[in-house]
Each structure stands twice: as structure tokens, then as C-alpha cells.
């Protein structure tokens, strides 16, 4: 019976590694806005990243200029966004606008007093860190452009709902399941008739389960960048992915590490011990101890 509870203590705790693991990910580092930034930052110069924003902003200016029947004009413009990409007023811009992004919709997820619809991101802030750092670099006209409140929808209302449960949930998982597996580990070895071996199997199901969880973040990025209606955008939606899920993909290692090192150690402490109890039932010259003579008869 210890053992059978302890089986299942110890499957219990295995399972809810991995699971605590992507809460921790996503409630704390996907939650905070300077980590977010910080490891979106590094994208501004990612060359996939870089084509899909001049694509996405050139087809927006000349949809804004009518120029969609002039070709000269719409070549013109993109090409023009394309340098824009490779100026430090760029990656000012992309800082600001994740930023910005970030907060937005951190606030509607962890404030439920919020008004009711879609997500939206004023853009005037990023217009104006983009205009301070062209007047700094002394482009022409630069004091000329026009910094104004728009409203962009980034999020629309029928989601909000459903994100904002989503984050309570995790919020509370990334509390409660550590600590709920560490909990049920630790009863697992206890209760178990053979601690030893009861600690082996644990870090074999958590190095399994730190395995498991590499494998759906692969298996997660194919499904992903699968839904993408637009294959051209696929190779910058992936390099978004592989960075956003850096530090999951960190944690998987380390609980295969840490679970394949726990095991290792506990079955060389087994082994060790079962040879050392075999050489002290070995007499000095090599051969089995003459068994002990019975002990004498009290006489009535």
C-alpha cells in the first residue's frame, strides 16, 4: 500500500512540473513589461522581422496615399520604409510601440473595473519618441511632424473576456502548482518503502516531464506559424516565438538536468551501497564467512 500511494504521489508531482513551469512562464514572463521588452528589443534587427514590418507599413502608407494603381509611387514607399528599419529612430519606435502594446493590454487582463471593448493603443507617445530621435539625428522636417492621439485596436473586445480569465488562471497556477508538486515529491519519498528508489523514479519523471515540455514548445511553434494566413510572414513570426519562449524552453532543460542528475546520483548511492554491504559479507581472503554456530543449551 506505501507503495502504491507513493506511485501516485510521485506521478502527480511529475505531471504538474512541466505544467507549473509554463504558469511561471507566462504569468511572470510574459506579465512583466521590462523583461518583455527587453527580450523583444533584440528583434528590432532580426532581418525577417525587419521585411515583415516595411511590408506591413509600406502596404499601409500607400493604402493611406490611394496609390495602390501607381507602381512607381508604392516602390518608392517601400523601399522608403525598408531604410527607415535600419535607423536607430526604428528601434526607438519598436521599443515604444511593445511597450506601449505591453501595458495595454496588461491593464485590461489585471484590471476587471476596465471599460468595457477592444484593446487600444494610443500612438502618440511612440510618434513622439520617433520624432525626438530624428530631430536628435538632424533630419530635415523633421520638427514638422505631427505628433496626434490615434487610437489602434489591438486586441478586439470579444477576446478580452476570455484573456482576462485566461490570466487569472495562470496568475494563480504559477503560485500553487510548484509549490504543489514540490509538496507531493516530498510525500511521494516519504511514504514510500524504499525512499531510494522512490527518489530515482521522481527525478526520472521529472527529467521526462521537463522533456515533455521541450517537445510542446516545438510542436506548439509548428502549430503556430501553421495558422499563419501569410507564408511570407512566417520566418518573422518565428523568430517573435523562439523569443518569447527562450526562458521556457531554458526551463525544460533544467528540469531534465536537475531530474536525469537527482536520479543518477540517488541509483549511484543504491549501487555503492549494495557493494559495500557485498564486501563486509565477504571474509578478508575472499571466501563466504563460515555461518555462526547455534548457541548452547541451557541445562534445566
Known amino acids: 500500500m506505501r507503495n502504491a500511494v507513493s506511485a501516485v504521489l510521485t506521478a502527480l508531482a511529475c505531471l504538474l512540473l512541466p505544467c507549473g513551469a509554463l504558469a511561471v512562464w507566462a504569468s511572470h514572463g510574459l506579465a512583466d513589461t521590462g523583461r518583455y521588452v527587453g527580450t523583444m528589443a533584440p528583434l528590432a534587427a532580426d532581418p525577417d522581422v525587419r521585411d515583415a514590418v516595411a511590408d506591413a507599413v509600406g502596404d499601409g502608407v500607400v493604402r493611406e496615399l490611394g496609390a495602390e494603381g501607381s507602381p512607381a509611387l508604392g516602390a518608392f514607399v517601400r523601399e522608403a520604409v525598408r531604410s527607415f528599419t535600419h535607423t536607430?529612430?526604428?528601434?526607438?519606435?519598436?521599443?515604444?510601440?511593445?511597450?506601449?502594446?505591453?501595458?495595454?493590454?496588461?491593464?485590461?487582463?489585471?484590471?476587471?473595473?476596465?471599460a468595457p471593448g477592444p484593446v487600444t493603443v494610443d500612438l502618440?507617445?511612440?510618434?513622439?519618441e520617433v520624432k525626438a530621435r530624428l530631430v536628435a539625428d538632424r533630419v530635415p522636417f523633421a520638427r514638422n511632424i505631427p505628433v496626434e492621439h490615434t487610437e489602434v485596436a489591438v486586441v478586439p473586445a470579444?477576446?478580452?473576456?476570455?484573456?482576462?480569465?485566461?490570466?487569472?488562471?495562470?496568475?494563480?497556477?504559477?503560485?500553487?502548482?510548484?509549490?504543489?508538486?514540490?509538496?507531493?515529491?516530498?510525500?511521494?519519498?516519504?511514504?514510500?518503502?524504499?525512499?531510494?528508489?522512490?527518489?530515482?523514479?521522481?527525478?526520472?519523471?521529472?527529467?521526462?516531464?521537463?522533456?515533455?515540455?521541450?517537445?510542446?514548445?516545438?510542436?506548439?511553434?509548428?502549430?503556430?506559424l501553421a495558422d499563419l494566413p501569410e507564408p511570407i510572414h512566417?520566418?518573422?513570426?518565428?523568430?517573435?516565438?523562439?523569443?518569447?519562449?527562450?526562458?521556457?524552453?531554458?526551463?525544460?532543460?533544467l528540469l531534465v538536468a536537475l531530474g536525469a542528475?537527482?536520479?543518477?546520483?540517488?541509483?549511484?548511492?543504491?549501487?555503492?551501497?549494495?557493494?559495500?554491504?557485498?564486501?563486509?559479507?565477504?571474509?578478508?581472503?575472499?571466501?563466504?564467512?563460515?555461518?555462526?554456530?547455534?548457541?548452547?543449551?541451557?541445562?534445566?
Not at 95 to 103: C, P, S, T
Not at 124 to 128: E, F, G, L, S, T
Open 234 to 253: 512566417r520566418p518573422a513570426a518565428g523568430a517573435v516565438y523562439d523569443a518569447l519562449t527562450a526562458g521556457l524552453r531554458t526551463a525544460s532543460w
Open 88 to 114: 536607430e529612430a526604428y528601434r526607438t519606435a519598436w521599443e515604444a510601440g511593445n511597450r506601449a502594446v505591453h501595458d495595454a493590454v496588461l491593464h485590461a487582463v489585471r484590471d476587471d473595473r476596465a
Open 124 to 128: 502618440a507617445p511612440v510618434a513622439a
Open 261 to 300: 542528475g537527482v536520479a543518477l546520483l540517488s541509483w549511484l548511492a543504491g549501487h555503492r551501497h549494495r557493494l559495500t554491504g557485498g564486501r563486509r559479507a565477504q571474509a578478508p581472503d575472499g571466501t563466504a564467512p563460515a555461518p555462526p554456530a547455534p548457541p548452547p543449551r541451557a541445562r534445566v
Open 158 to 224: 470579444r477576446d478580452v473576456p476570455g484573456l482576462r480569465k485566461g490570466y487569472q488562471v495562470l496568475d494563480t497556477a504559477a503560485l500553487w502548482l510548484p509549490l504543489s508538486a514540490v509538496a507531493l515529491a516530498v510525500a511521494g519519498v516519504a511514504v514510500a518503502g524504499c525512499r531510494r528508489r522512490a527518489l530515482t523514479a521522481t527525478g526520472l519523471g521529472a527529467a521526462l516531464g521537463g522533456a515533455l515540455l521541450g517537445v510542446a514548445v516545438v510542436v506548439g511553434r509548428h502549430l503556430t
